[in-house]
C-alpha cells in the first residue's frame, strides 16, 4: 500500500511539474510593459500539445482576461478572482510565496470541478498577475492512475482543507470508517492536498495470519521436544550452541556487509545529543570524511546551519513519540567545505518500549536533482535578466549615439552658415573632437557587447594571490607616488573558478579607482582580504577615500556612463564592465560606502 500510494504521489507530483513548465511559458509572454504577445499561438501549441491540461489563462492584476480555448469558457473573462472570497486567500498565498500554488479542486464558473496552478508573474519587483493552467479533476485522478492501482483491493480517498472553514473535504467516494481502517496517507506540498488509500477488506489479514499463527504453534511445539531431548543430553546441547552461535556470527557478519556496501548513506546516532555513534562506508565517502572523524561529530556540524532548526524541530517530534520516522531534503557540510544536497531520512530504535536511545540516518545524494530545479528556476531568470540588459543596452546606444549624430549635424550647419576661414577651421576642430567622442563611445559599447555576447568563456581555478601579485606589480609607480599602504590578508588557498582575463580587468579597475579617489588629506590605505560566506569565496577590496553617497548614487552606481565626483578621470565606465564580468561569470558585486570615510566593494564568487 506504502509502494502503491508513493505512486500515486509520483504521478500527480509529475504532472503538477509538466504543469509548472506550461504556466512559466505563459509567464514569458509578459513583457516589461506589461503587454502579452502571442497568447492564442503559444497557449495552442501548450495545451494542443500537453494532455495533462485542459486549459490555460493570462490573469492581469487579478482579472481573467485571456483564456484558451475560449469556446465554452467565455464565462470566465473579466472575472476578478481576487474579490471572490473563495478564490483570493489561495490566490494570495501564491503571491506571498512568489511561487506556483495549485489551489483548489472546487467548481469553476463555467461548470465542472478543477484545480488551477497559479504562477504570480513580477514585473520589476511588482506584482502585475498570474499565468495559470486548469487541470480538471477527473483528467487528474486519470493521470494518478488510482483507478488502475485500486484494483479489488483498495480504495482511495482525496482531500484538502478548506481555506475558509478549516474542514477537510473529500471529493471522492467515502471511504467507511477511514480512521478505523488500515490505510496509509500522504501529503501533497504543491496544493496541500492529502490522498488516503485504504484496504477493502481489512480482515482479509487476520485470514492471512491464521496460516501463520498455525504454523507457529507447530514449530512451538517442535522446539519443546527438541530442548527437551537437548536437556537430557548436555554434550548435544553444547554442540547445538556452538552451531547456533556461528551462525549467529554468520548473519552479523552478512549484515556488516551490507551495511558497508549498501549505496546510500547510513548512519546510527544518539538520539539527544546528536552525536555520531557508527556509519557505514558510503556516508563518509558522501561528506569526505573517515569513518574515525565522523565518531568525533555531531549532526549539527555536519548540517548547513540554514537548515539545522527544521531538523531539530523534526528530532523533537521523534523524541517526543509524536513520530516515528521523518524524511526531508537538507544541505551537509563537506570536509572541504563543499555544499551536497542530500535526502534524509531517520527512523528510531526503540528498546523495551521506552523512549528513544538510538536512531538511524539514510543519506541519498540528490545535488544533481537539485541543481537542475536551481537550473531551471536560473533559465528563467536567465531570459527575464537578459531581456533587461537588451533593453538597457538599446537605450545607451540610442542615446549616446543620437547624442553625437545631433553634435556632428549641428556643427555642420554652423560650418556652411560661416563665412571666413577661421572660423571653418574652428568648426573643423571641433568637429574632430566629437569624432574622437564618437570612436570612444563605439569602442565602450563594443566592450560590453564583446562581454554579454562571450558564452564560451574559458574558466579556470585562479590563486587570487598569484593575480593579486601582479595587478599590484602594475599598479606600482602609482602606489608609490601616491604613498599609499597595502594590507593583504588573503588566504594561501583561496581559489576561485574565473576568466582569467576578467580576474584581471576585474582587479585592475577597483585598485586603480581606490588609488584614483583617495583622500586629499590623508595617505590612502588599502585593505585586500578573503573570507568564506556560504561556502563560496568572498573577495573584499576596502579604501579610505572619498567614498560615495549612496542614497543619491547607490541605484545607478553600476550604470554605463555613471559618474559620482568631479574628477576628469571618471569616464563613468569601469564599474559598468566589471559588475558585467561579474554577472558573467555568475558571481555578483555589493558595496558599502560613506562620503569622506571610505569605500568597500565585495566580490561574491560562485
Given at each position: 500500500m506504502s509502494?502503491?500510494?508513493?505512486?500515486?504521489?509520483?504521478?500527480v507530483?509529475?504532472s503538477?511539474q509538466?504543469?509548472?513548465?506550461?504556466?512559466?511559458?505563459?509567464a514569458l509572454?509578459v513583457?516589461?510593459?506589461?503587454n502579452?504577445d502571442?497568447f492564442?499561438?503559444i497557449?495552442s501549441?501548450?495545451?494542443?500539445?500537453?494532455?495533462n491540461?485542459?486549459?490555460?489563462?493570462m490573469?492581469?492584476?487579478?482579472?481573467i482576461?485571456?483564456v484558451?480555448p475560449?469556446?465554452g469558457n467565455?464565462?470566465v473573462?473579466?472575472?476578478?478572482?481576487?474579490?471572490?472570497n473563495?478564490l483570493?486567500?489561495?490566490?494570495?498565498k501564491a503571491i506571498e510565496?512568489?511561487k506556483i500554488?495549485?489551489a483548489?479542486p472546487?467548481?469553476?464558473k463555467?461548470?465542472g470541478?478543477?484545480?488551477?496552478?497559479r504562477l504570480?508573474?513580477?514585473?520589476?519587483?511588482?506584482?502585475?498577475?498570474?499565468?495559470a493552467?486548469?487541470?480538471?479533476?477527473?483528467n487528474l485522478?486519470?493521470q494518478s492512475?488510482?483507478?488502475k492501482l485500486?484494483?479489488?483491493k483498495?480504495?482511495?480517498?482525496?482531500?484538502?482543507?478548506?481555506?475558509q472553514?478549516?474542514?477537510e473535504?473529500?471529493?471522492?467516494p467515502?471511504?467507511?470508517?477511514?480512521?478505523?481502517?488500515?490505510?496509509?496517507s500522504v501529503?501533497?506540498?504543491d496544493?496541500d492536498?492529502?490522498?488516503?488509500i485504504?484496504?477493502?477488506?481489512p480482515n482479509?489479514?487476520?485470514f492471512?495470519?491464521?496460516?501463520i499463527?498455525?504454523?507457529i504453534?507447530?514449530l512451538?511445539?517442535?522446539?519443546?521436544?527438541?530442548?527437551?531431548?537437548?536437556?537430557k543430553q548436555p554434550?548435544k546441547l553444547?554442540e547445538l550452541l556452538?552451531?547456533k552461535a556461528?551462525?549467529l556470527l554468520?548473519?552479523e557478519l552478512?549484515f556488516?556487509t551490507?551495511f558497508?556496501?549498501?549505496?546510500?548513506g547510513?548512519a546510527?546516532?544518539d538520539?539527544?545529543?546528536g552525536?555520531?555513534l557508527?556509519?557505514?562506508?558510503?556516508?563518509?565517502?558522501l561528506?569526505?570524511?573517515?569513518?574515525?572523524?565522523?565518531?568525533r561529530?555531531?549532526?549539527?556540524?555536519?548540517?548547513?546551519?540554514?537548515?539545522i532548526?527544521?531538523d531539530?524541530n523534526n528530532m523533537?517530534?521523534i523524541n517526543?513519540g509524536e513520530t516515528r520516522e521523518?524524511?526531508?531534503?537538507k544541505?551537509?557540510?563537506?570536509?572541504?567545505g563543499?555544499?551536497?544536497?542530500?535526502?534524509?531520512t531517520?527512523?528510531?530504535?526503540?528498546e523495551?518500549?521506552?523512549g528513544p536511545?538510538?536512531h538511524?540516518a539514510?543519506?541519498e545524494?540528490?545535488?544533481e536533482?537539485?541543481?537542475?530545479?536551481?537550473?531551471l528556476?536560473k533559465?528563467?531568470?536567465?531570459?527575464?535578466d537578459q531581456?533587461?540588459?537588451?533593453?538597457?543596452?538599446?537605450f545607451?546606444?540610442s542615446?549616446n549615439?543620437r547624442?553625437?549624430s545631433?553634435?556632428?549635424?549641428?556643427i555642420?550647419?554652423?560650418?556652411?552658415l560661416?563665412?571666413?576661414g577661421k572660423?571653418k577651421?574652428?568648426?573643423?576642430?571641433?568637429?574632430?573632437?566629437?569624432?574622437?567622442a564618437l570612436?570612444?563611445?563605439l569602442?565602450?559599447?563594443?566592450?560590453?557587447?564583446s562581454?554579454q555576447?562571450?558564452?564560451?568563456?574559458?574558466?579556470e581555478?585562479l590563486?587570487?594571490?598569484?593575480y593579486?601579485?601582479?595587478t599590484l606589480?602594475l599598479?606600482?609607480?602609482?602606489?608609490?607616488?601616491k604613498?599609499?599602504?597595502?594590507h593583504?590578508?588573503?588566504?594561501?588557498k583561496?581559489?576561485?573558478?574565473?576568466n582569467?582575463?576578467?580576474?584581471e580587468s576585474?582587479?585592475?579597475?577597483?585598485?586603480?579607482?581606490?588609488l584614483?579617489?583617495?583622500?586629499?588629506h590623508r595617505?590612502?590605505e588599502?585593505?585586500i582580504?578573503?573570507?568564506?560566506?556560504n561556502?563560496?569565496?568572498v573577495?573584499e577590496?576596502?579604501?579610505n577615500?572619498?567614498?560615495?553617497?549612496?542614497d543619491?548614487?547607490?541605484?545607478?552606481?553600476?550604470g554605463m556612463?555613471?559618474t559620482f565626483?568631479d574628477s576628469?578621470?571618471?569616464r563613468?565606465?569601469?564599474l559598468f564592465?566589471t559588475k558585467?564580468?561579474?554577472?558573467a561569470?555568475?558571481?555578483?558585486?555589493s558595496?558599502?560606502?560613506?562620503v569622506?570615510?571610505g569605500?568597500t566593494?565585495?566580490l561574491h564568487?560562485n
Open positions: 509502494n502503491i500510494i508513493n505512486l500515486v504521489k509520483n504521478n507530483e509529475q503538477l509538466n504543469s509548472y513548465s506550461v504556466a512559466l511559458s505563459l509572454l513583457d516589461d510593459d506589461g502579452i502571442n492564442e499561438e497557449a501549441q501548450l495545451v494542443d500539445g500537453n494532455p491540461i485542459d486549459l490555460v489563462q490573469v492581469p492584476g487579478g482579472i482576461t485571456k484558451y475560449l469556446e467565455q464565462e473573462i473579466n472575472y476578478n478572482i481576487l474579490q471572490e473563495s483570493k486567500k489561495e490566490a494570495n510565496t512568489r500554488y495549485f483548489g472546487f467548481e469553476l463555467q461548470g470541478i478543477a484545480v488551477i496552478g504570480p508573474v513580477f514585473i520589476k519587483k511588482e506584482f502585475w498577475g498570474f499565468s493552467v486548469i487541470i480538471k479533476l477527473e485522478l486519470r492512475g488510482i483507478k485500486a484494483g479489488g483498495y480504495q482511495f480517498q482525496f482531500s484538502k482543507q478548506d481555506v472553514t478549516g474542514e473535504i473529500f471529493f471522492l467515502e471511504i467507511k470508517n477511514l480512521n478505523e481502517s488500515y490505510s496509509k501529503i501533497l506540498s496544493g492536498w492529502k490522498v488516503y485504504a484496504s477493502k477488506n482479509a489479514i487476520l492471512l495470519l491464521l496460516p499463527g498455525f504454523l504453534l507447530i512451538a511445539a517442535w522446539l519443546g521436544w527438541i530442548t527437551s531431548k537437548v536437556l554434550a553444547q556452538k552451531k556461528g551462525e554468520q548473519s552478512k556488516r551490507i558497508d556496501q549498501a549505496a546510500i547510513i546510527r546516532l538520539s539527544i545529543s552525536k555520531i557508527e556509519t557505514n562506508t558510503k556516508y563518509g565517502e561528506l569526505g570524511y573517515t569513518a574515525e572523524d565522523l565518531t561529530l555531531d549532526n549539527r556540524q555536519l548540517t548547513h546551519p540554514e537548515d532548526q527544521e531539530y523533537q517530534r517526543s521523518y524524511t526531508i531534503n544541505r551537509m557540510i563537506k570536509k572541504n563543499d555544499i551536497v544536497w542530500v535526502k534524509l531517520v527512523s528510531t530504535l526503540r523495551n518500549g521506552l536511545e538510538e538511524v539514510l543519506i545524494d540528490i545535488t536533482k537539485r541543481l537542475s530545479e536551481l537550473n528556476n533559465s528563467y531568470q536567465m531570459v527575464m531581456n533587461k540588459r537588451l533593453l538597457n543596452f538599446s545607451i546606444v542615446h549615439l547624442s553625437h545631433s553634435n556632428i549635424q549641428a555642420l550647419n554652423l560650418y556652411e560661416a563665412e571666413c572660423e577651421e574652428s568648426y573643423i576642430q571641433l568637429l574632430s573632437k566629437v569624432g574622437l570612436d570612444q563611445t569602442f565602450d559599447l563594443n566592450e560590453v557587447v562581454i555576447a562571450n558564452t564560451d568563456l574559458n574558466v581555478p590563486l587570487i594571490s598569484e593579486l601579485k601582479m606589480d599598479l606600482q609607480v602609482q602606489i608609490q607616488n604613498k599609499a599602504i597595502i593583504q590578508e588573503i588566504p594561501e583561496m581559489r576561485v573558478k574565473f582569467p582575463a576578467y580576474m576585474v582587479l585592475l579597475n577597483f585598485l586603480s579607482n581606490a584614483r579617489f583617495s583622500g586629499h595617505t590612502p588599502i585593505l582580504s578573503g573570507t568564506r560566506e561556502g563560496n569565496w573577495l577590496i576596502s579604501d577615500g572619498i567614498g560615495i553617497d549612496m543619491r548614487h547607490g541605484d545607478q552606481l553600476f556612463y555613471k565626483t576628469p578621470q571618471s563613468g565606465i569601469g564592465i558585467n564580468q561579474m554577472d561569470m555568475g558571481g555578483r558585486l558595496v558599502e560606502s560613506v569622506g570615510v569605500t566593494f565585495k564568487f
